[in-house]
């Protein structure tokens, strides 16, 4: 049930605040799987590629997301992964088989490769050790090897390979998806606790000053939800800062076991937020019980460190390729409104959500498509782009009166999904708002409470009225985020009609602190 004449109000007031926004809530995830790595990032063989394989088309558009933080090298290739085969000279790397992917990994691109592209990008890197055929030695090396000044064997080899300095990798994941069956190594939550502890004991007596991330569920839709994460999250409280969660949204969802079948329902789909706030909550309620229970002075937050849409190219089988087609989702309206949604998720829930990682960057399930001579930006390109190029500063707490509309899986969902986050320093304020209607337009009025702005600066709009349209390389800027005219402001109070099936971005200027 939809409103001919809907409207929504919403208060704005820049004390009003949830937290900071962490800047590496605009991360992305880098795995060697399908064409992320080989055609993707690395690819010599393309007309377009540089003297070190990397192509400056790919690497401007990732530039314009501005990543923050880049995990890698997986998920679930990391499990079977020997980090050694990935440096030294590229003719001596080993040829091996990825048992995760069942597909020929040839090690060309590897340690050194992945940290001058995170250079490159300006992104700090995430490295996920192998907790699944991996030893807590070989992951204590490899801290050594990343972050030990020379005088010591894996430090000096890092030398030996042309980087004397150490790299000073501050993040690092403690295995992936420990829980699922199809992990290389998957284990009990207790056994993986254990393990993540004495991996943690060791990479910090190596280096004190990093930084661990401890696997949460990989999926709300696992039987052992939440129990692995509250039995990991007692464990090894005082020895994470992080915990990892992840997530998957689809049309229709849930994504994996009972897919077939399911209505295509787009109402509920855009109400997945609720799904994903949910997800949040239990993780956050799940921590504050841990501190409670291990009577910890310590802190965790969250790091989302793979999400994204993820439901119609699930088959992840390479057949023993080098750089299989897998995973290669491609992307449409509807799929970058849910994603718009998710982003404002995270400012919504800045105070427990520090770190963030779209899965993934190029071709599998990625905002980048690439052949050898072209590139298109995919529909989920650009909410990611306008919020990670305008969150800043701290996120707001908005009061919002939006009609509700029903939803089959859901219930009755607010029309209007909003944040809002506000720079003191620089005075920009960003508004980011979704019209979850289908059919209806929706009228929203925005009334700054403490200080109005001076103006808007800039505003972008994605719409349409097929939910389903998609770019490709043949048109690749049929679904983009376009200019739109700025709403004129009374006193404090402007108001702006938001096309159904859209997102919307509008940016204020302040007086700056
Ligand atoms: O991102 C693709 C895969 O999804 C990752 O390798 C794994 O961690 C998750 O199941």
């Known amino acids: ?21 962490s800047p590496l809530l605009f991360g992305g995830f880098a795995e060697h799987m399908g064409r992320c790595i080989y055609e993707g990032i690395y690819d010599p063989a393309s007309p377009l590629a540089d003297e ?26 990391v499990s ?38 995170a250079e490159e990008l300006g ?44 790299y000073g990798v501050k993040y690092w994941c403690l295995g992936n998806e420990m829980d699922g069956p199809w992990q290389i190594g998957q284990m009990d939550a207790a056994t993986y606790a254990d ?16 930084k661990t991330i401890a696997c949460g569920s990989s999926s709300t839709s696992m039987v052992s939800f939440p129990d692995w994460d509250r039995t990991v999250l007692e464990h090894s409280f005082e020895h994470i800062d992080y915990f990892s969660m992840h997530h998957y949204a689809a049309n229709p969802y849930p994504t994996v ?29 799940a921590i504050r019980l841990a501190k409670a229970k291990t009577r910890s002075k310590n802190n965790v937050f969250l790091c989302w460190d793979e ?65 050898p001579d072209a590139m298109f930006k995919q529909t989920i390109f650009y909410p990611l782009a306008l919020f990670s190029q305008h969150a800043s500063g701290v996120a707001l707490d ?32 960003a508004t980011f708002l979704v019209n979850r209607s289908q059919t209806e337009p929706l009228t929203v009025t925005l009334n700054w409470e403490d200080v109005g702005p001076q103006g808007f600066t800039q505003g972008w709009q994605m719409s349409g009225s097929d939910p389903m349209a998609g770019n490709s390389f043949s048109a690749p800027d049929a679904v983009t985020a376009h200019e739109i005219e700025l709403p004129k402001l009374d006193g404090k109070v402007a108001s702006l009609v938001l096309p159904p099936l859209s997102f919307t971005a509008l940016i204020s200027h302040h007086d700056p602190a």
């Open 1 to 21: 049930m939809t409103h001919p004449t809907a409207a929504a109000t919403v208060s704005i007031h820049t004390q009003r605040v949830i937290s900071e926004i």
């Open 52 to 77: 070190r394989g990397f192509r400056p088309d790919v690497m401007k558009a990732l530039k314009e997301i501005n990543y923050r933080i880049m995990r890698y090298p997986g998920g679930n290739f």
């Open 80 to 117: 079977g992964y020997r980090w050694q085969d990935g440096i030294g000279p590229r003719s001596e790397r080993p040829r091996r088989r990825a048992l995760a992917w069942r597909s020929i990994e040839t090690n060309q691109f590897g340690l050194h490769e992945f940290m001058a592209f």
């Open 123 to 166: 992104t700090l890197p995430m490295w996920a050790v192998n907790l699944g055929t991996g030893t807590i030695q070989e992951a204590a090396d490899l801290v050594e090897y990343m972050n030990l000044p020379t005088g010591t064997h894996f430090s000096d080899l890092r030398a030996k390979n042309g980087h004397p300095d150490p």
């Open 195 to 210: 393990k993540a502890v004495q991996a943690a004991k060791l990479m910090r007596w190596m280096d004190p000053s990093i």
């Open 257 to 285: 076991s009972n897919i077939e079948g399911l209505p295509i329902d787009t109402d509920s789909y855009l109400a997945s937020s609720v799904h994903f706030e949910e997800h949040a909550d239990i993780l956050g309620a």
């Open 307 to 371: 999400w994204n849409v993820w439901y119609r190219a699930k088959g992840g089988d390479g057949e023993w390729a080098e750089a299989p087609h897998i995973l290669e989702e491609e992307y449409n309206l509807e799929d970058a409104l849910v994603v718009a949604t998710w982003l404002s998720t995270f400012l919504r829930k800045a105070d427990l959500i520090k770190i963030a990682c779209i899965a993934q960057i190029v071709n599998v399930i990625a905002p980048i498509m690439t052949r």
């Open 398 to 429: 908005v009061l919002v009166k939006s009609p509700l509309h029903d939803t089959k899986r859901h219930g009755p969902v607010p029309l209007l999904d909003i944040s809002a986050s506000f720079d003191a320093l620089s005075g920009k304020g």
